[in-house]
C-alpha cells in the first residue's frame, strides 16, 4: 500500500479523507497498541484518527501498526533455539554431546561420556544428522509462555509519527525529493522511487534529475507506458534504461540479462542513442566501458534492421571493436603515462568531476613544477563540480596526512577490498591549501536560511549522507562511518533469514577485539559462551524464517565488538525471501521475551553481495559505546563460512574504517556558523520559526519551521 510506505518512509500518516465520526476509541487502541512497539503519535494524528468514522478509523490504525511493526522487524516471529535464552544457554560441547547421546541412544547402543566428548571434539560428527539440532523444538507461543512481560526501562525507544497531508500530497512530496535528489540512493529507495514514479506519472514531475540511476528509473516507466523520455544526454543514460526495464541494476555494478523489447520499445531505444551520439560524437567514448554490455544489448536490439539511425549503430560498432574511440579518460591516462602530468589535469579540466576525482593522483606523480598546475587546474573545477562530489574531495582530503593503517575500497555493491596503503601521503602545507579552497567553496554552496539553525547534538557525528549505497534500509540507520550513542547496559543482536526455494543457513556471530584490534574472543554456534556474552542456539533450516540472537554486557573485555552475520550454507542475501540484522539496548535486569520491539535501536536489511555481512561495529571511547555503522560485505567462501576463519580479515576492514575521518554533519554545521545564526537543541522549543536539523524532530516545533530530520539530511548538501 502507498500509505504504508509514506509512514515507513518519513513517519507521517497520510490523513485519511474518508467520512466523519467517532473514532475516539480507537484513537486510545491505537495509542496503546503503538506504544507496545515503541511507537507512539502526535496530538494532531490522535485528534485526526479520532474524527473519523469507526470504519475509517480502524483501516487507518490497522495500516499505521502494520507499517511500523514492519519497521522495526515485529512482523515476524523472533523464537530462539534455547526456550530460556539468555539463561539456561548449555556449554557448547555439553549441547552437542546431548545430541550426540541422544542419536546413540535412538539406534539403541551405549557409549561413554568421555567416548562422546571426544567424538564432538575431532570434528567427525556431522552436526545436522544430529536429533532435534539446529530446529527449532518449541513453538513461538511457548517461547512468550516461557518469559515474562517486558519490564518497561526509561531508555526504551519511543518514535513519533506525525500528521501528515492526504495521501496523494505526500506522495508527491515524496517522489520530488527522491526523484530530484542530488545524492544516488541504495536498492531500498530506488524500489520506492520506481512504485511513486507509477503513482506520479501524471502529476508533478521534478524539474532536475540530477542523478543518473534516478533518471533511469522514470525513464523506465516512460518506456514501458509509451512516453517520451527526458534527461537522456549519454549513451550509458540507454544502457542504465535497458537495464532498468529488463530488471537488472541500473548502477551497472552487476551485468543484466536483457530481456526482449518490443518493437516499439526497440525503436526509442536506438532513436535516443542516434540522438545522443548525432549531437555529440564524444559521447562514444563511454562506449568501450560496457562494451560487452552493449554487445548482449545489440542482439536485442537489432541495431541493423533500422538504417535510419545510423549514430545508433555506431554504437554496437565501437562495442564490437570495429571502430575505435579514445575517450577523455583514455587520453588522460595515456598522458599519465607518459609522465606528463601537466596535460592529464588539462585534459581532464573538460570533465571537472573526474578531475576532481583523480586529484589525489596527480598530486603525488606531479613534479614541484607541475604540481602548481594540477593544483590550479583542481581550483578551477571547484565551481563547477557538484557539492557532492566537493564534500568526497573534502573527506579524502582531511586522510592523506599520514598512511592509513590499510587501504579499504567499498565498492557501491558495498563488498569492500583491503590492502596495504603505499601511497606518499601528501604534504601539509598541500592539504591545508586544498582543504581551505574547498571549505570555501562548500560554505558558498549552502543554502541561506532565514531562521535560527537549531542543531540536535546527536546527529553532529552522522556521515554526510553522500550516496545511499553507503546504508541499507531499515529504520534508524545511518550512513558508512556514522557514530550513534549507545544507552542501557546490555546489547542484543539478533538476525532473522527466511529461505525460498532451498535449505538456509546463516550463523550470527560477535568477534572481540582489542584496542590494537586483536582478537579477545568469539561467540558464535560454536561457541555460545565468553566473558558474559551469549548465543541463543544455532537454527539450520529457516523454510518459515529463522532468528538468532546474542546478548553483549558492556562491561564486556574488548575495546570493539563486531557483530557479523555468516551464510554457512544457502541462498545469499539477496536472494532470501527476507533477511535482516539488528539490535536492541536492554538494562540487566530487564526481563522480557528474547526479541521486543521498544527496544530496537536500529534495524537493517541485509541485501548485499558476499558471503559475510558486517553491518556494525560498536567501539568503546572516552564518551562511552558508540554504534560505528558500517555496511559491508565481504566475499566469503561459497560456503561453510565461519567467524574464526575471517578475524584477521574482518579485523582489518574495522580498524580501516573505524580510524577514518569522516565529513559529518558537524561539518557543515561548522560552515554555517559563519552565516546563520546557530543553537544547540537543549530540550526548549522557542517561540519564533526555526530550521531543526536533527535525528528526530521534536513535537510542536513553532508554525513556520521547517525540520531535516535522518530520512532528509542529504537535502542539506550542497548542490
Given at each position: 500500500?502507498?500509505?504504508?510506505?509514506?509512514?515507513?518512509?518519513?513517519?507521517?500518516?497520510?490523513?485519511?479523507?474518508?467520512?466523519?465520526?467517532?473514532?475516539?476509541?480507537?484513537?486510545?487502541?491505537?495509542?496503546?497498541?503503538?506504544?507496545?512497539?515503541?511507537?507512539?503519535?502526535?496530538?494532531?494524528?490522535?485528534?485526526?484518527?479520532?474524527?473519523?468514522?469507526?470504519?475509517?478509523?480502524?483501516?487507518?490504525?490497522?495500516?499505521?501498526?502494520?507499517?511500523?511493526?514492519?519497521?522495526?522487524?515485529?512482523?515476524?516471529?523472533?523464537?530462539?533455539?534455547?526456550?530460556?535464552?539468555?539463561?539456561?544457554?548449555?556449554?557448547?560441547?555439553?549441547?552437542?554431546?546431548?545430541?550426540?547421546?541422544?542419536?546413540?541412544?535412538?539406534?539403541?547402543?551405549?557409549?561413554?561420556?568421555?567416548?562422546?566428548?571426544?567424538?564432538?571434539?575431532?570434528?567427525?560428527?556431522?552436526?545436522?544428522?544430529?536429533?532435534?539440532?539446529?530446529?527449532?523444538?518449541?513453538?513461538?507461543?511457548?517461547?512468550?509462555?516461557?518469559?515474562?512481560?517486558?519490564?518497561?526501562?526509561?531508555?526504551?525507544?519511543?518514535?513519533?509519527?506525525?500528521?501528515?497531508?492526504?495521501?496523494?500530497?505526500?506522495?508527491?512530496?515524496?517522489?520530488?525529493?527522491?526523484?530530484?535528489?542530488?545524492?544516488?540512493?541504495?536498492?531500498?529507495?530506488?524500489?520506492?522511487?520506481?512504485?511513486?514514479?507509477?503513482?506520479?506519472?501524471?502529476?508533478?514531475?521534478?524539474?532536475?534529475?540530477?542523478?543518473?540511476?534516478?533518471?533511469?528509473?522514470?525513464?523506465?516507466?516512460?518506456?514501458?507506458?509509451?512516453?517520451?523520455?527526458?534527461?537522456?544526454?549519454?549513451?550509458?543514460?540507454?544502457?542504465?534504461?535497458?537495464?532498468?526495464?529488463?530488471?537488472?541494476?541500473?548502477?551497472?555494478?552487476?551485468?543484466?540479462?536483457?530481456?526482449?523489447?518490443?518493437?516499439?520499445?526497440?525503436?526509442?531505444?536506438?532513436?535516443?542513442?542516434?540522438?545522443?551520439?548525432?549531437?555529440?560524437?564524444?559521447?562514444?567514448?563511454?562506449?568501450?566501458?560496457?562494451?560487452?554490455?552493449?554487445?548482449?544489448?545489440?542482439?536485442?536490439?537489432?541495431?541493423h534492421e533500422y538504417n535510419q539511425w545510423p549514430h545508433a549503430q555506431e554504437v554496437f560498432a565501437v562495442a564490437r571493436g570495429e571502430r575505435r574511440v579514445r575517450n577523455l579518460a583514455g587520453r588522460a591516462e595515456?598522458?599519465?603515462?607518459?609522465?606528463?602530468?601537466?596535460?592529464?589535469?588539462?585534459?581532464?579540466?573538460?570533465?571537472?568531476?573526474?578531475?576532481?576525482?583523480?586529484?589525489?593522483?596527480?598530486?603525488?606523480?606531479?613534479?614541484?613544477?607541475?604540481?602548481?598546475?594540477?593544483?590550479?587546474?583542481?581550483?578551477?573545477?571547484?565551481?563547477?563540480?557538484?557539492?557532492?562530489?566537493?564534500?568526497?574531495?573534502?573527506?579524502?582530503?582531511?586522510?592523506?596526512?599520514?598512511?592509513?593503517?590499510?587501504?579499504?575500497?567499498?565498492?557501491?555493491?558495498?563488498?569492500?577490498?583491503?590492502?596495504?596503503?603505499?601511497?606518499?601521503?601528501?604534504?601539509?602545507?598541500?592539504?591545508?591549501?586544498?582543504?581551505?579552497?574547498?571549505?570555501?567553496?562548500?560554505?558558498?554552496?549552502?543554502?541561506?536560511?532565514?531562521?535560527?539553525?537549531?542543531?540536535?547534538?546527536e546527529v553532529l557525528d552522522v556521515a554526510l549522507p553522500l550516496s545511499g549505497k553507503a546504508a541499507e534500509g531499515g529504520f534508524a540507520v545511518l550512513p558508512r562511518g556514522s557514530r550513534a550513542s549507545v544507552s542501557g547496559e546490555l546489547l542484543r543482536f539478533f538476525t532473522y533469514w527466511r529461505q525460498t526455494n532451498r535449505r538456509t543457513d546463516y550463523d550470527l556471530s560477535v568477534l572481540l577485539l582489542d584496542d590494537e584490534f586483536h582478537a579477545a574472543g568469539q561467540v558464535s554456534w560454536t561457541n555460545y559462551h565468553h566473558d558474559g556474552v551469549v548465543h541463543s542456539g544455532d537454527i539450520t533450516d529457516a523454510t518459515n524464517g529463522a532468528t538468532e540472537f546474542i546478548d553483549v554486557p558492556l562491561t564486556v573485555r574488548g575495546q570493539y565488538v563486531v557483530p557479523q552475520v555468516y551464510i554457512y550454507a544457502g541462498g545469499s542475501f539477496d536472494e532470501v525471501a527476507e533477511s535482516m540484522f539488528g539490535y536492541q539496548t536492554r538494562t540487566r535486569d530487564q526481563r522480557g521475551a528474547p526479541f521486543d520491539a521498544r527496544t530496537v535501536r536500529a534495524r537493517s536489511h541485509l541485501r548485499g553481495q558476499g558471503r559475510v555481512a558486517l553491518p556494525v561495529v560498536f567501539a568503546r571511547g572516552e564518551r562511552g559505546w558508540q554504534a560505528v555503522w558500517l555496511h559491508l560485505y565481504l566475499r566469503g567462501m561459497p560456503s561453510f563460512n565461519r567467524v574464526e576463519d575471517n578475524t584477521f580479515t574482518t579485523a582489518d576492514r574495522v580498524r580501516a574504517l573505524v580510524e577514518r575521518r569522516y565529513l559529518t554533519m558537524s561539518y557543515l554545521v561548522d560552515r554555517w556558523r559563519a552565516r546563520a545564526e546557530v543553537m544547540m537543541w537543549n530540550g526548549r522549543l522557542p517561540d519564533e520559526p526555526i530550521t531543526f536539523i536533527g535525528i528526530e524532530a521534536p513535537e510542536d516545533l513553532p508554525d513556520g519551521s521547517e525540520a531535516y530530520t535522518l530520512g532528509r539530511l542529504s537535502e542539506l548538501i550542497p548542490e
Open positions: 500500500m502507498l500509505e504504508k510506505m509514506i509512514i515507513q518512509k518519513t513517519l507521517r500518516v497520510p490523513a485519511s479523507t474518508d467520512a466523519a465520526g467517532d473514532g475516539t476509541s480507537v484513537a486510545r487502541q491505537l495509542d496503546a497498541a503503538l506504544l507496545d512497539v515503541g511507537f507512539s503519535v502526535s496530538q494532531s494524528l490522535l485528534e485526526h484518527i479520532g474524527a473519523l468514522a469507526p470504519r475509517p478509523a480502524l483501516d487507518l490504525a490497522a495500516t499505521v501498526v502494520s507499517a511500523v511493526r514492519e519497521l522495526v522487524g515485529d512482523h515476524d516471529q523472533h523464537n530462539a533455539y534455547f526456550i530460556g535464552f539468555p539463561d539456561d544457554v548449555p556449554d557448547t560441547i555439553e549441547f552437542w554431546t546431548d545430541r550426540l547421546r541422544a542419536a546413540v541412544l535412538t539406534g539403541g547402543g551405549t557409549v561413554t561420556d568421555a567416548q562422546l566428548r571426544d567424538a564432538v571434539a575431532s570434528g567427525g560428527v556431522n552436526l545436522l544428522d544430529l536429533p532435534a539440532y539446529g530446529t527449532y523444538q518449541h513453538t513461538y507461543a511457548e517461547l512468550l509462555a516461557a518469559h515474562d512481560d517486558l519490564i518497561t526501562a526509561a531508555g526504551d525507544r519511543v518514535t513519533l509519527l506525525r500528521l501528515g497531508d492526504a495521501a496523494d500530497v505526500e506522495a508527491t512530496r515524496l517522489y520530488l525529493a527522491l526523484a530530484g535528489s542530488s545524492t544516488p540512493h541504495g536498492e531500498a529507495d530506488l524500489a520506492i522511487l520506481s512504485e511513486l514514479a507509477v503513482a506520479c506519472v501524471d502529476g508533478t514531475q521534478p524539474a532536475e534529475i540530477p542523478v543518473r540511476e534516478n533518471r533511469a528509473v522514470l525513464n523506465g516507466i516512460q518506456l514501458v507506458l509509451g512516453r517520451p523520455l527526458v534527461a537522456v544526454d549519454t549513451t550509458t543514460d540507454v544502457l542504465r534504461l535497458a537495464c532498468q526495464v529488463s530488471g537488472g541494476d541500473v548502477s551497472l555494478v552487476t551485468p543484466t540479462r536483457f530481456r526482449a523489447f518490443r518493437r516499439p520499445e526497440r525503436r526509442v531505444l536506438l532513436a535516443a542513442l542516434n540522438k545522443v551520439v548525432g549531437a555529440s560524437p564524444d559521447k562514444l567514448g563511454d562506449v568501450v566501458r560496457y562494451a560487452e554490455r552493449w554487445k548482449r544489448l545489440g542482439e536485442r536490439l537489432h541495431p595515456a598522458a599519465i603515462r607518459a609522465g606528463a602530468i601537466g596535460p592529464a589535469a588539462s585534459v581532464l579540466s573538460a570533465a571537472p568531476g573526474l578531475l576532481l576525482r583523480s586529484a589525489d593522483r596527480l598530486l603525488r606523480l606531479a613534479s614541484a613544477s607541475e604540481r602548481a598546475v594540477v593544483v590550479e587546474a583542481v581550483t578551477g573545477a571547484l565551481g563547477s563540480a557538484s557539492g557532492r562530489v566537493l564534500c568526497s574531495l573534502r573527506e579524502h582530503v582531511g586522510n592523506r596526512l599520514t598512511p592509513a593503517s590499510a587501504r579499504m575500497y567499498v565498492g557501491r555493491s558495498r563488498r569492500a577490498w583491503v590492502g596495504p596503503d603505499e601511497r606518499r601521503p601528501l604534504p601539509a602545507g598541500l592539504v591545508a591549501e586544498l582543504s581551505s579552497l574547498l571549505d570555501a567553496e562548500i560554505s558558498a554552496r549552502l543554502p541561506e536560511s532565514q531562521r535560527p539553525l537549531v542543531v540536535d547534538p
